[in-house]
T-cell receptor, first 116, second 111 residues
Framework: GAGVSQTPSNKVTEKGKYVELRCDPISGHTALYWYRQSLGQGPEFLIYFQGTGAADDSGLPNDRFFAVRPEGSVSTLKIQRTERGDSAVYLC??????????????FGPGTRLLVL | DAKTTQPNSMESNEEEPVHLPCNHSTISGTDYIHWYRQLPSQGPEYVIHGLTSNVNNRMASLAIAEDRKSSTLILHRATLRDAAVYYCILRDVLSGNKLVFGAGTILRVKS
């Protein structure tokens, strides 16, 4: 079946601009996660949705970052007033229930964001 | 989340077994040991996980020390497609929704 998809695959923007990154999770998965990966480092957690609500947004670095999942499926990560330090690969993952037993997360290919 | 320590990189020959170590001396009783890997230009993918007993699946085996302070991911016959960054991650069964990645081990496979 279809895996997690992310669009666009690459995004180049200028410092100060607004960007939106989209994630389509695996159909039926109620849990959705966003991570950010800088060059040479492991992914860093940003936010976790259970259904439509953000259950854990402790990883969002500041108030320029915001994410929504209005219908409990597709999610959009929004970055305002982008800075060069926001350049990274943004990864989305989904899991079936988001349960406490540490179920498998399935990752998309990521969106590579470059802020000039 | 408890921390893990892995070597920065390892090298293996094709068709030979690979043992990837992970130290987690501060592991708690409710932490599961998970392994994910990330192939070049892709998102991470699940490999295997365990709590106390050794585990086997089609991709790999996981050997867990008796005191659970270390574990080893075993690839029985490395192929070129196994070249990736391997991450050892502890997930608390009580609060382990997010994955906390370290830098991982870069595995290079030589033909």
């Amino acid at each position: 079946g279809a895996g997690v998809s992310q669009t666009p695959s690459n995004k180049v923007t200028e410092k100060g601009k607004y960007v939106e990154l989209r994630c389509d999770p695996i159909s039926g998965h109620t849990a959705l996660y966003w991570y950010r990966q800088s060059l040479g480092q492991g992914p860093e957690f940003l936010i976790y949705f259970q259904g439509t609500g953000a259950a854990d947004d402790s990883g969002l670095p500041n108030d320029r970052f915001f994410a929504v999942r209005p219908e409990g499926s597709v999610s959009t990560l929004k970055i305002q007033r982008t800075e060069r330090g926001d350049s990274a690969v943004y990864l989305c993952a989904s899991s079936l229930n988001g349960g406490l037993r540490g179920e498998t997360q399935y990752f998309g290919p990521g969106t590579r964001l470059l802020v000039l | 989340d408890a921390k893990t320590t892995q070597p920065n990189s390892m090298e293996s020959n094709e068709e030979e077994p690979v043992h990837l170590p992970c130290n987690h001396s501060t592991i708690s009783g409710t932490d599961y040991i998970h392994w994910y890997r990330q192939l070049p230009s892709q998102g991470p993918e699940y490999v295997i996980h365990g709590l106390t007993s050794n585990v086997n699946n089609r991709m790999a085996s996981l050997a867990i020390a008796e005191d659970r302070k270390s574990s080893t991911l075993i690839l029985h016959r490395a192929t070129l497609r196994d070249a990736a960054v391997y991450y050892c991650i502890l997930r608390d069964v009580l609060s382990g929704n997010k994955l906390v990645f370290g830098a991982g081990t870069i595995l290079r496979v030589k033909s």
